[in-house]
């Protein structure tokens, strides 16, 4: 039985997704990992029939309270503008809304745990009026707390994981 080298010789690789980034690979070996959400939220999307998925680490959730910030120049900062322009690229690389399978993570009250301003609980609200825009779902999500996350997506498998600091790991 002969061997198919290309996969043989395949090597995984992991691309970190900084705070105010977005990143999406069609790469079956890549794992793309945003590491320590607090209060910000980590979002993978997969289309397993496509093949492509990708995840967004935003830390705010309003664009009009930018303060000197151009959402336009910087959309992935925001819950509003990132969204929109995380879902527009996925379907631009033939993404299907009917297929994609949505995990997010974060949302904590790392610095506010008193909840006066609560920016976790604000950008849940912010992602989930921006996904109101588009016909799709959340299947699974780890919100809330006080502890950070890290949250990776296994392009190949689909397979979202997120990790709760001193909880464990949770894969989806």
Known sequence: MERDQGKANAVSSMTAVNFSEMKISSNPV????AFS??????????????????????????????NGTN?????????DTG???FLKAL?????????????????AHIIDQTGVFNIGQKNLEALKN??????VKIHHEAIGG????????EIGSGRSIIKTYGEGEDMV
């Open 146 to 153: 006080t502890k950070n996350r890290t949250l990776s997506l």
């Open 37 to 66: 959400i607090g209060s910000g939220i980590g979002m993978t999307i997969h289309d397993p029939v496509g093949g492509v998925g990708g995840v967004l680490n935003f830390i705010l959730p309003d664009s009009t309270k930018a």
């Open 91 to 107: 379907f631009e690389q033939g993404a299907k809304s009917e297929n994609l399978k949505i995990v997010i993570a974060g949302g």
């Open 83 to 85: 969204v929109a322009a």
């Open 30 to 33: 890549e794992t793309l990992v």
């Open 130 to 135: 921006s996904l109101g825009d588009y016909d």
């Open 71 to 79: 959402p336009a120049k910087s959309p992935f900062i925001f819950a």
